[in-house]
Every structure is written in structure tokens, then in C-alpha cells.
């Protein structure tokens, strides 16, 4: 007699329904000015570690039959900070632009570089749990974007903060969020996506959906801006509560008994 197997977790019509659902959410990086744009806000529950510091987030628990809205920040234009990336309740903030020579402070997940010291120099702020300041500016080069791990450099150095090491697709070496590296000399973005900073008036942009900061480039002349990476969400859960029901056309692939999600575009995911 043939017996029919129930896979674990099912709900009617399709496995899943609800439980929880490990995630990263990476915003946008800011666009670079003369200062490295800073890095997009980081926050993951997957691994020991999440942005600015702080230790990983609580898992997320899903309620079945609910319909989660992803939203992946995307890139600024000039001046601009990164666009917010959001999963369910998480939201990360969009990484701050780059200071130029005569502006106002600007907050992001991570902050982005000061100007030189003949104009604003001080680094933008990041945020709590989401990433790292900006560096200072000096006389001599912009300082770098902060990073999900580390913040920007300055004086004499403006290369951008390192990202975070996050393995939620499985493997390793897999960085997001690193801070742009400061313009008016050749300095190195962070590692996780930052543009390098150079001493010309053409920035290097940040790495698409890595959510890295722009590069800073000279204080003077028409500058064409190093826009920063667009964001990043990825959800890993148990094979056997994943749903299938998506909309935005993630990515998905398996690592052992999980399903992984990569979104690099808006969508949603129904538990």
C-alpha cells in the first residue's frame, strides 16, 4: 500500500506556514563627494556579528500565511544618501553621502567621509547596530566612508571602513557594506564594496547590491559622483517551511536543509 509522505511543516496546498526565517538586510551606500560615501546600514540575525558592532538580531518569526514586503534600497543620485532596504519590520538605513567643501551633517547607516579641513571636515555619523562613522577629512584628502565594521579613516589615510563578513548564502568571504574610500588621493574602499577615492574629478562607484559607499574624488572642478552599491535582502529558512510563494523574482537556491532567498529587487515573500 503506497503511503503518501507529509513533508515536515505542512500546512494545506503547500509546505511552510509560518516559523522562523533568518535575514539580512543591507541598505544602500551613500554617493561619494570629496569625503567616501558612507556604507548602507547592516542588520542580520545570521552568523555572531551584525552592523556597527553589535552582536547578531533576534531570528525573525513569520506568521503563516502572511505576506512579508522586501524593499532594496537603491542608489542615490549627487549629493544623495542610499535609499532604505526593508524586510517585514527591519528596516536599514541608507548609508550617508560624502561630505564636499560647505554642507550641512548628514546621519546614515553608515556615516560618510568628512571634507577637507579647509571646509567641513568632520565625518558624517552612522547608526546604532547598523554601521560606523565617517572619517575625518584632512588638508590633504577626504576621509573615508564607515563600514558595517569598522569606520572611516582619515588624516592622511580616508580609506572607507571594512564591511561585514555575513555567510548567509553558505561559503565564505562573503562582505557587504564597506565603506567609500575619501577623494583628493588614491585610498582604497572597504572591503564589502567601497569605491576607492582618487585624486580626480571621476569617483569609483560602490559595488551593486553590496550596499558599499561611493568613492571620493578632488574638492575642485565638476565632479562626476561615485554613486554608491544598491542594497541587498537575503532570507534563509528550513526547506521544509519555505512557501514558494514570492513575488520580485529572488534568487533561490538550497545549502543543506535550507532555502536561501537572495533578493537584489523589490519583492514579497509569503510564509
Given at each position: 500500500?503506497?503511503?503518501?509522505?507529509?513533508?515536515?511543516?505542512?500546512?494545506?496546498?503547500?509546505?511552510?506556514?509560518?516559523?522562523?526565517?533568518?535575514?539580512?538586510?543591507?541598505?544602500?551606500?551613500?554617493?561619494?563627494?570629496?569625503?567616501?560615501?558612507?556604507?548602507?546600514?547592516?542588520?542580520?540575525?545570521?552568523?555572531?556579528?551584525?552592523?556597527?558592532?553589535?552582536?547578531?538580531?533576534?531570528?525573525?518569526?513569520?506568521?503563516?500565511?502572511?505576506?512579508?514586503?522586501?524593499?532594496?534600497?537603491?542608489?542615490?543620485?549627487?549629493?544623495?544618501?542610499g535609499g532604505?532596504?526593508?524586510?517585514?519590520?527591519?528596516?536599514?538605513?541608507?548609508?550617508?553621502?560624502?561630505?564636499?567643501?560647505?554642507?550641512?551633517?548628514?546621519?546614515?547607516?553608515?556615516?560618510?567621509?568628512?571634507?577637507?579641513?579647509?571646509?567641513?571636515?568632520?565625518?558624517?555619523?552612522?547608526?546604532?547596530?547598523?554601521?560606523?562613522?565617517?572619517?575625518?577629512?584632512?588638508?590633504?584628502?577626504?576621509?573615508?566612508?564607515?563600514?558595517?565594521?569598522?569606520?572611516?579613516?582619515?588624516?592622511?589615510?580616508?580609506?572607507?571602513?571594512?564591511?561585514?563578513?555575513?555567510?548567509?548564502?553558505?561559503?565564505?568571504?562573503?562582505?557587504y557594506a564597506?565603506?567609500?574610500?575619501?577623494?583628493?588621493?588614491?585610498?582604497?574602499?572597504?572591503?564589502?564594496?567601497?569605491?576607492?577615492?582618487?585624486?580626480?574629478?571621476?569617483?569609483?562607484?560602490?559595488?551593486?547590491?553590496?550596499?558599499?559607499?561611493?568613492?571620493g574624488g578632488?574638492?575642485?572642478?565638476?565632479?562626476?559622483?561615485?554613486?554608491?552599491?544598491?542594497?541587498?535582502?537575503?532570507?534563509?529558512?528550513?526547506?521544509?517551511?519555505?512557501?514558494?510563494?514570492?513575488?520580485?523574482?529572488?534568487?533561490?537556491?538550497?545549502?543543506?536543509?535550507?532555502?536561501?532567498?537572495?533578493?537584489?529587487?523589490?519583492?514579497?515573500?509569503?510564509?
Amino acid at each position: 500500500m503506497f503511503t503518501q509522505q507529509i513533508p515536515l511543516g505542512f500546512t494545506g496546498g503547500a509546505a511552510g506556514g509560518g516559523g522562523d526565517i533568518d535575514f539580512l538586510v543591507v541598505a544602500a551606500g551613500g554617493t561619494g563627494e570629496y569625503g567616501g560615501g558612507g556604507a548602507g546600514g547592516l542588520r542580520t540575525s545570521y552568523g555572531s556579528n551584525s552592523g556597527g558592532g553589535s552582536s547578531n538580531e533576534t531570528i525573525f518569526t513569520s506568521t503563516g500565511g502572511t505576506t512579508y514586503t522586501i524593499t532594496v534600497g537603491a542608489a542615490g543620485g549627487r549629493s544623495s544618501s542610499g535609499g532604505d532596504s526593508v524586510f517585514g519590520t527591519i528596516t536599514s538605513l541608507g548609508g550617508s553621502r560624502g561630505r564636499n567643501i560647505s554642507d550641512t551633517a548628514v546621519t546614515g547607516g553608515s556615516g560618510g567621509g568628512g571634507s577637507s579641513s579647509l571646509g567641513t571636515p568632520a565625518g558624517n555619523l552612522g547608526t546604532a547596530n547598523q554601521g560606523f562613522n565617517g572619517g575625518d577629512g584632512s588638508l590633504y584628502n577626504g576621509g573615508g566612508g564607515g563600514g558595517a565594521s569598522q569606520a572611516g579613516f582619515g588624516e592622511f589615510n580616508g580609506a572607507g571602513g571594512a564591511g561585514l563578513e555575513v555567510n548567509i548564502i553558505g561559503g565564505t568571504g562573503n562582505y557587504y557594506a564597506g565603506g567609500g574610500g575619501g577623494g583628493g588621493d588614491t585610498t582604497s574602499g572597504g572591503v564589502g564594496g567601497g569605491g576607492n577615492g582618487i585624486a580626480s574629478t571621476s569617483q569609483n562607484n560602490g559595488t551593486i547590491n553590496t550596499g558599499g559607499g561611493g568613492g571620493g574624488g578632488n574638492e575642485s572642478g565638476t565632479r562626476v559622483n561615485g554613486f554608491g552599491g544598491s542594497g541587498i535582502v537575503i532570507l534563509r529558512l528550513p526547506t521544509a517551511n519555505y512557501t514558494g510563494t514570492t513575488t520580485g523574482s529572488p534568487t533561490v537556491t538550497t545549502d543543506g536543509t535550507d532555502t536561501i532567498l537572495k533578493y537584489t529587487g523589490s519583492g514579497t515573500y509569503t510564509a
